[in-house]
């Protein structure tokens, strides 16, 4: 069990910079994110498209952003729990106990969801009986290539997930690969490798096809994909990969009592507090009158739900407002030492 | 102002006036049209405004921008049809369009 003031939900540039709000106020926290890496959607989603709305940074791209801010919550020393998804919030007394997919709990006397729009989850196939063989011949994601050793693999996608499973998996598996358009988006070198090993015969491409549906019993035997001329192809598989990219979805956030509008939760605009008390919303994921979705007014809304907690976690205490260009305490928290 | 129809999945019509200059996908969402997530707001950053273009509406949108097809590419049973609603920006031309929305966004 871990034991501190608040848990943030999300580790996108909203949370990041929320830890840094509540650094300096001197409150601890501890971050958990269902995507493997800091970052959030700037990382998963636009780590190279450069962002030009950030005040006093004319230009950075979603990866510079993110690195600037793990540099600038450096002095927090915060955990983060990557690869790990809030399962279940619920009020003890004067505090939450949280729990992850991967068991851990949390003590906290504050939440914070700085949750995007929901955790990243694979796009799956829209085919319905598809989920029949989910985990035993059709995935979302590898965890040991080994099994496709000698087998057929039907990879669909059209993204570097896709071609560079597909390049890997030819050199000792019969790999079929199948996109729903002419062109892929995956790295250029990537799509001439694959064309090569096309003409090679070592990987066969099946360009303006979609999945139609999936055939087995207990185990999956073949597939039916239909082309856009509407031809329908059976192919015999082992197995089948899709990489459609990730979408968000909320999840378990939907059943932890919180008020929604639509895929939002509604917050007050002093503190960005929700409807259950100690748990605040901020971020993508909250919706108040005139609510903007700019990583700008994330970094306010962060700011005041940090001092929102501060009453939940020092009851006893008054929380002075001070400037980090002259208050002596928030410059000790920051481990800055100055000479006067 | 251009008159947008949207069809849901159901077949469930809605059409209504969209001011010039707003996207199709804003106009849903202004108007409350279920079958429309845009949960990224418009940045082409998601597959969640994906809408199915009527056929003879298609060739007289404006081409497709770099990066919308890869977007695409994740949406939900994408088809040749298929656009991100908030990449079509509505003007006089567009007058009359009418577009399908997919059984589900996410």
Known sequence: MIKTDVLIIGAGPVGLFCIHQLGIIGLKCEVVDNLDKIGGQCIELYPDKPIYDIPAIPECTGEELTNNLIEQIKPFKTNFHLNERVEEVKKEKNYWIVKTNKGKEFHVSSIIIAGGVGSFEPRKFSVKECAKFEGNEIFYSIKDKKIFKNKTVSIFGGGDSALDWAIELSESSKVNLIHRRDEFRGAQSSVEKIKKLSEENKVKLFTKYQLNSVEGDKNLKSISIKHDDGSIEKIETDFVLGFFGLIMQLGPILNWGLNLEKKNIPVNTESFETNQKGIFAIGDICIYPGKLKLI????????????????????EETLRFEFTTTSKSVQSRLGVKKND | MPRITYIEHSGKSHTIDVTNGLSVMEGAIQNNIPGIDADCGGGMACATCHVYVKEEWFDKLPKKEQGEDDMIDMAYEPNPLSRL?????????????????????A
Do not use: T, W
């Open chain 2, 85 to 105: 609603s908030c990449q079509l920006i509505v003007s006089e031309e567009l007058d009359g369009l009418i577009v399908n929305l997919p059984e589900k966004q």
């Open chain 1, 296 to 315: 700008l007014s994330g970094f306010h809304e962060g700011a005041l739900a940090a001092r929102g907690c501060f009453k939940y976690a020092r009851p």
